[in-house]
């Protein structure tokens, strides 16, 4: 018999290649979950514009975490396989919580539906993040590995928006779950056929002292949990400075658009520093980032500082927290990513919480609030010579 053609070859994924089709369909999913609740009773009972309202709104936020932290690590951990099967039972759960969306769109028992799906949304992502080290074959690897998937993610929540902005117009809520659910179905296969390069072994430690690990990672988590803080409170601050100023509905579109534009920067530029710098180093230079784009943006005033400082928050944000990520990933024992992962994230969503209600709270001048930002310097010259005492 002849050889077979190349274009009757069937190109087979890599187990990293697997994880992110996976990650990328989930995120797509969630994307068309919230297209759904914004043409839902959901978004109807609307905040207004009470502080009390946007502040109790923020400290919601914090549920999800209050679920996830104390119960995903421990499963993830306790035995090997159980982070896979978790990726297949958090798309798998969306798919029913999608349906029952649909059943209730206009009754208040979407609430509860609703909330169930962003249990099983965080559940993934923690998921997500302590899988990594399974499909890459070296440590160098790893923040390479976590801005692909953020991407990645980012690109399919873009995707899924075009045919779920057209469904909400021409058919409704109910169609867009319907969408939501049957791409979730295609996740939990995706998350099936998820293969690691290596078992992950409940029993695996690293090299390295455990103890200095420790300490390394939790040093890198203070330094996260700051750039975290600093999302919130920049993001509210621009949002009440802008409003003040009785700013038209395109500033606010442009000044999203700046963040999301820098996120996306930093996770392409994450990678590249890799190559030359440890993630420590990455963390610092992020921490630093913020410093120096708010005395810029001191010094500009007005609608253009609120864009530049979108964009360094933006940038700093999502570089850190791939090199955090990739710390974790690089340090923490097989037997305690799980639960670490879970337990970081719910601190940074404390910490972004923390920051958020500091100018809903208070009403903050931009100017004082980039002058508070900029002591990013002092936490990356603290973060810094705190690693090499």
């Not at 058919?171 to 319907?178: I, N, P, R, S």
């Not at 103890?211 to 700051?226: H, M, N, Q, W």
């Not at 009785?246 to 590249?272: D, E, I, K, Q, R």
Request: proline share 5%; aromatic share 6%.
């Amino acid at each position: 018999m002849g050889r077979s053609s190349p274009q009757n070859e069937v190109v087979e994924l890599s187990p990293f290649g697997r994880l992110a089709v996976a990650h990328a369909l989930a995120v797509g999913g969630d994307a068309l979950v919230t297209m759904a609740l914004a043409g839902s009773l959901f978004f109807d009972i609307s905040p207004g514009a009470a502080r009390g309202r946007v502040a109790l709104s923020l400290v919601l936020t914090m549920a999800p975490f209050a679920v996830v932290a104390p119960f995903l690590g421990p499963a993830l951990d306790r035995r090997a396989g159980g982070r896979r099967l978790m990726l297949v039972l958090a798309a798998a759960g969306r798919v029913v919580t999608c349906l029952a969306m649909a059943r209730v769109v206009d009754n208040l028992l979407l609430f509860p539906a609703a909330f169930c799906s962003l249990v099983l949304s965080k559940t993934h992502a923690v998921t997500k993040s302590a899988f990594v080290p399974l499909v890459v074959h070296a440590e160098a690897e790893l923040v390479e590995a976590n801005a692909k998937l953020a991407l990645g993610g980012a690109a399919a929540g873009v995707v899924a928006a075009v045919p779920g902005v057209a469904l909400l117009k021409l058919a409704g809520a109910e169609v867009v779950l319907w969408l939501a659910a049957a791409v979730f179905v295609v996740a939990a296969a995706a998350a099936v056929r998820v293969r690691p390069v290596r078992p992950d072994d409940p029993t695996r430690r690293p090299a390295a002292a455990e103890e200095l690990s420790d300490a390394g990672i939790r040093l890198a988590a203070v330094a996260t949990a700051v750039l975290r803080a600093t999302v919130g409170f920049s993001t509210f601050l621009l949002a009440f400075s802008l409003r003040r100023d009785g700013a038209p509905a395109w500033v606010f579109g442009l000044v999203l658009a700046a963040g999301t534009v820098g996120s996306s920067v930093g996770a392409v530029l994450a990678p590249l520093a890799r190559r030359a710098v440890r993630e420590e180093h990455l963390l610092t230079a992020a921490a630093g980032l913020v410093g120096v784009g708010a005395l810029g943006a001191a010094r500009l005033g007005g609608r253009p500082a609120a864009v530049l400082i979108a964009v360094a928050v933006g940038v700093a944000a999502s570089a850190g927290k791939l090199a955090f990520d990739s710390l974790v990933q690089r340090d923490a024992p097989d037997a305690e990513q799980g639960r670490q992962f879970a337990r970081f994230e719910a601190r940074f969503q404390l910490a972004w919480v923390a920051g958020a209600l500091a100018p809903v709270a208070l009403a903050v001048p931009q100017g004082s609030g980039l002058v508070l930002l900029a002591t990013g310097f002092t936490v990356a010259l603290g973060y810094g010579l705190a690693r090499r005492g």
